[in-house]
């Protein structure tokens, strides 16, 4: 039979104590049986110190594993989260929770629970010193008791004692949670019976949450430099995309790129829809966002960064004090600091661009101007040499050639000229201000096309031209020199005649164009009141036809029946109507001296009112 020491090896139960003593002292005597009887008390004394120590090193190895689970918890709410439910494992309790103090209202609240029945007890917050919780969160010191309701140990409220009673809690036990030095929270166990709680299971929480508050600080600790990491992830890519932006931006400049091309690199380094307006607010580059950005614009120019809008930014321009163009950002998120600086980066490229064409375009135009005079001076320079200048300006006018002379209003001179220039540009020709006037040669055969393209050009930079045009066949001779001569005599006559905003050649303006080379329109409306105000004056009272009757009759030669015929009326109609032109002109208007002043009169006043 095994003796109690074998019994201890072999962890038997204690029934096999039992057995073990009774069999043993069978025939023993008084004094033997009390010797095996004490040998009986101390193997039961070993064997309560094993189990305890094993049960002791249980706890310890569950403690340290947690504990170990625990530091490879990076994310704070996960970690409180696996806090809670390896205290309840540990402690095999009904709940767990946890608390953290708020120094700012002086209480601690329910950060994460285990077991909770109610949301009401997960939603608790308690005042510093009050309940058991709140007196651990103020003391620091651990706390238990095994009927809460009945122990006024504790400052009982009634809201905290209905959450308490709504979890059917009776025995808790609390543990502070210190960091260094400071209480930060609490830790606390739940049964709901009444029940105590032993040293070991006080030493087994306190433990725990010192373990806890490590493993808590740590993964703080780790979320701190993971959103370090980020930031700086974020800030090392929004200076590579700052570099990119640079780059492409410089190699645009390098390269004569235009604002077309700066909103497609803008666009493309910063994820958007980026467009391009002129101050007037054109749409200069990109497509048009649909958003409300012309309020925004002032305060762009004023403070020279990005203003925010309702759905991207704007960033205007600015070559010194002068606003040339405003950029707009459509975005559906916002964009970060790097980004609105790449932005503002583009805009002074945009300026930049701007100013370069501009310096450009001025010096073309001066080139231009230059070669332009030249070319419509008469002068004994070679020709030869004039056709060289011509295509080293990137110009063609061999063979068939078209003038026009427009006179500007209502637009700067200067812009008038340029929108001239960037016509003939694209027409191969030239283009430029000569003696007063915008002056243009391109090639063609259509004088009246070319006169209402400058029209148009000249428009679209806000202001009016009155244009005459005429051709030409080479710019070898002094052809060239008579056209433009032409062309600026029909603007004349076009002018003189008070016919603004016209284009004009030589045949639609027949011997007027010859006759008022030197005179104003004050003169001509003088001239043609004096001859015929009285006829016209008494049609526009009476509403008859003097006027008509009058032309016809020196178209007809002074023939009467062929007037009434071309009038439709009968001849005695005729008759009257002369008499009374007679009455209004006074005698002799028949003689022909004075009817050839009249005829011309007839015609001017034609031509004016066409």
């Avoid at 000569?434 to 400058?454: E, F, I, T, Y």
Wanted: with cysteine.
């Amino acid at each position: 039979m095994p003796s109690f020491l074998d019994l201890l090896y072999d962890e038997a139960p204690l029934a096999a104590f039992d057995e073990h003593l009774a069999h043993a002292e069978r025939g023993l005597g008084a004094a033997e049986a009390a010797a095996l009887r004490a040998e009986y008390d101390v193997a039961l004394r070993l064997r309560d110190l094993i189990t305890r120590m094993r049960s002791r090193e249980a706890e310890l190895s569950a403690l340290y594993e947690t504990a170990s689970d625990l530091t490879a918890i990076r994310d704070v709410d996960t970690i409180l989260a696996a806090i809670v439910r390896r205290a309840r494992q540990l402690l095999h309790c009904d709940m767990t929770y946890l608390s953290l103090n708020d120094a700012a209202s002086g209480a601690s609240f329910m950060k994460v629970t285990d077991g909770a029945l109610t949301r009401e007890f997960q939603n608790l917050r308690l005042p510093l010193g009050t309940g058991l919780l709140g007196l651990v969160a103020q003391t620091g010191a651990a706390y238990f008791t095994e009927d809460y309701a009945t122990d006024d140990r504790f400052v009982h409220k009634g809201w905290i004692d209905e959450a308490v009673a709504g979890e059917q809690i009776r025995a808790i036990l609390g543990v502070p949670l210190v960091l260094d030095g400071v209480v930060i929270g609490a830790l606390l166990a739940v049964h709901r019976s009444v029940r105590r709680f032993p040293q070991a299971e006080v030493s087994l929480l306190t433990s725990f949450a010192a373990h806890a508050v490590v493993a808590l600080e740590n993964a703080r600790l780790f979320a701190e430099l993971d959103e370090a990491n980020r930031s700086l992830t974020r800030h090392t890519e929004a200076v590579d995309a700052a570099a990119l932006a640079h780059d492409r931006l410089t190699d645009l400049l390098i390269g004569g790129g235009g604002v077309a091309e700066v909103a497609e690199v803008l666009s493309g380094v910063l994820d958007a829809a980026v467009s391009i307006w002129t101050p007037t607010g054109e749409l200069e580059a990109g497509e048009d966002p649909g958003l409300a950005w012309t309020d925004a614009v002032a305060g762009a120019v004023t403070s020279g960064r990005s203003v925010a809008i309702d759905g991207g930014l704007v960033a205007a321009a600015r070559a010194g004090t002068e606003h040339v163009a405003t950029l707009v950002v459509r975005r559906d998120d916002a964009l970060d600091l790097a980004g609105r600086r790449t932005l503002e980066r583009g805009a002074l490229v945009t300026a930049l661009v701007l100013l370069f064409a501009r310096s450009v375009t001025d010096a073309e135009e001066r080139l231009g101007g230059q070669l332009l005079a030249d070319l419509l001076e008469p002068g004994d320079g070679s020709r030869d040499r004039l056709r060289d200048r011509v295509r080293r300006h990137s110009a063609s006018l061999d063979g068939p050639l078209v003038v026009a002379a427009a006179a500007v209003d209502g637009a700067d001179p200067h812009r008038a000229g340029r929108a001239a220039v960037g016509l003939a540009r694209r027409m191969s020709g030239l283009a430029g201000e000569h003696r007063g006037v915008v002056v243009a040669v391109v090639p063609g055969d259509d004088p009246r096309r070319l006169g209402a393209d400058l029209q148009a050009a000249i428009a679209a930079a806000g202001g009016r031209a009155t244009v005459g045009v005429a051709a030409t066949d080479d710019t070898l001779d002094d052809r060239l020199v008579a056209a433009h001569a032409e062309a600026r005599r029909c603007l004349d006559t076009l002018l003189r005649l008070g016919r603004l905003g016209e284009v004009s050649d030589p045949a639609g303006l027949g011997v007027a164009r010859l006759l008022l080379g030197d005179n104003d329109p004050e003169h001509v409306a003088a001239f043609v009141d004096t001859m015929i105000g009285p006829v016209r004056e008494w049609d526009e009272r009476r509403g008859t036809g003097l006027v008509d009757t009058l032309e016809e009759w020196f178209a007809s030669g002074g023939r009467l029946k062929e007037t009434a015929s071309a009038l439709h009326v009968h001849p005695n109609t005729v008759t009257q109507r002369l008499e009374r032109i007679g009455e209004l002109l006074g005698d002799g208007w028949r003689e022909p001296a004075r009817s050839l002043d009249l005829q011309l009169a007839l015609r001017l006043a034609r031509l004016r009112d066409a």
